[in-house]
């Protein structure tokens, strides 16, 4: 934490989710449960879309103690903080407390004790014009809560973020979903990581039941997304619910969208190999958003040809899709069809034990912007990449993970797919062997994540 002192730029102190205290953007500094970040443009919009986000405040000042942060509060530059006290404005303090609950009179002695602030203003409880919060921070473990905060900021309050749409977008009530539909709150994660915004268009190369289309569409992007599985995309086939054989006749991603309102940006999907790109050469898409086929939880192919082998003419079989190709593939397909400065977002499976920071796919046009962990197991996890294009692909760049170590971890997939399971089997025998069963999964929510493989039944491909 930066030391109290006269500051030349806006901080801003963003209270984020504990759920999702790794997802929390690049380029903040992060303390418990709190980030801090400077120079948000458009500061409010920003936070709005955010989901990771409970709150984000303009922050004034800090400190371990009440009378550091006195300190504190007074070097904040009056002439960014007059223009909310002044006597024409409405104003209220809030009192937050984290790990401990303070009783009416302790909120009000503290809201007393910030006098020494000069409010000209009137209170007014029900709508004021500026919020005013006061968080102390009790650490995090409730079997030991100190006397005293760690911790005290205080700030004004600039906005909410969006929790409320990890409810509103769950997957449980979704139309249409599959066994590896993306929970919604990693899929508007996702969206924001990408910085999708309205009239950008967003592909998923596989798209699968449409769950990262949802969350762009939901920010005003035009979605788009290629799957190989015939009856993914056309809604047809078994259905992945618990008391439904087959899915209905308008179980599609189109439906999903206009479940949420968002139908009229609904480009299409298709079905299409991502191995074989079928797109133009040029940059089309501001932003490419996935959650590839790893062989986890679904088989991981592609399609080829006898005559690739043999001299006979062409019929279509289905090849394996190594990791490593997967990734080369879609970093390559990235470099060509992301417009400069769009991002790729998408899940990369580690191994933990095994993993280093120098096992992330790099390529010459993208820049690695973060790398984030979730944790599915204590051996295994996968991580959010962040990357975005920041040249145009040019001479061997296409071919540049051929002799990049990184893409080798890659390499052995079936022993990657060993090592993966073994971890997850064992936490699978120790957790529960009954409620973790078929049709009680809820589709990319936590108990689907210890689900054993299960590989999709495809359609020929045609
Ligand atoms: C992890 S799932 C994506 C789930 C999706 N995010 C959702 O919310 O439903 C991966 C998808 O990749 C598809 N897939 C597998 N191999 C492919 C390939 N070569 N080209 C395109 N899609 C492929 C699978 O059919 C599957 O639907």
């Known amino acids: 934490m930066a030391t109290p002192g006269r500051r030349a730029c806006l901080q801003y102190l963003i209270h984020l989710a504990q759920d999702n205290l790794d997802f929390s953007p690049p380029c ?6 709190y980030i801090y970040c400077q120079n948000i443009s458009g500061a409010k919009d ?36 007059l223009p909310f006290l002044h006597k024409d404005s409405t104003y209220r303090i809030n009192v937050y407390t984290f790990n401990k609950t303070l009783d009416f009179t302790e909120r009000i002695k503290r ?17 004021p014009q500026h919020v005013f919060c006061l968080l102390e921070d009790y650490g995090t473990d409730p079997n030991n809560i100190p006397e005293h905060p760690y911790y005290i900021y205080f700030g004004r309050w600039i906005a909410d973020g969006q929790r409320e749409l990890i409810r509103s977008h769950s997957v449980k009530n979704r139309h249409f979903i599959g066994n590896t539909s993306m929970d919604a709150g990693l899929s508007f994660i996702m969206a924001n990581h990408a910085k999708v915004k309205e009239h950008d268009l967003v592909f998923d190369p596989f798209v699968g039941t449409g769950s990262l289309l949802v969350a762009c569409s939901h920010f005003g992007a035009y979605v788009c997304g290629s799957d190989i599985d015939y009856n993914t995309i056309h809604g047809k086939g078994r259905s992945s619910r618990k008391d439904q054989k ?23 999907v298709m079905v299409s190999d991502a191995s074989k790109p ?17 062989g986890i939880r679904e088989s991981t192919r592609r399609t080829g040809s006898h005559k690739e082998t ?14 490593s190709e997967i990734l080369a593939d879609m970093l390559n397909f990235s470099a060509h069809r992301l417009v400069m400065g769009g991002r790729l977002v998408y899940w990369l499976p580690v191994y933990r034990p095994e993993y280093c920071e120098e096992m992330v796919p790099l ?14 197991s204590s051996h295994t996890s996968r991580r959010l990449i962040t990357m975005e294009k920041v040249k145009e692909p040019e001479g061997l760049d296409s071919l540049a993970h051929l002799s990049n170590p990184r893409f080798s971890a890659y390499q052995g997939h079936d022993t990657f797919r060993e090592k993966y399971f073994s971890g997850l089997n064992k936490r699978l025998n120790k957790e529960s062997k009954s ?9 990319g929510s936590d108990n689907d994540r210890w689900q054993a493989p299960k590989e999709n039944k495809h359609e020929p491909i045609h």
């Open 310 to 323: 043999t001299k006979c003419s062409h019929v279509a079989v289905s090849q394996s899709y190594h990791l």
């Open 435 to 443: 409620d973790v069963k078929g049709d009680s999964i809820i589709p």
């Open 278 to 294: 079928v797109w133009r050469e040029t940059a089309l898409f501001d932003a490419i958003i996935t959650d590839p086929p790893y």
């Open 28 to 33: 903040c500094f992060r303390e418990r449960q």
């Open 111 to 127: 809201i007393d004790a910030m006098d020494y602030l000069p409010f000209e203003g009137l209170v007014s409880l029900k709508s």
């Open 46 to 81: 920003d936070i709005m879309t955010v989901v990771c986000f409970l709150s984000a405040f303009e922050l004034w000042g800090h400190g371990r103690t009440h009378s550091e942060l006195r300190t504190s509060l007074r070097n904040y530059p009056a002439e960014q903080m």
């Open 246 to 268: 087959w899915r209905g006749p308008d179980e599609n991603i189109r439906a999903n969208l206009r479940q949420y309102g968002t139908e009229k940006l609904y480009v299409d």
């Open 363 to 376: 390529h010459p046009c993208l820049l690695l912007i973060s790398n984030c962990e979730q944790m599915l």
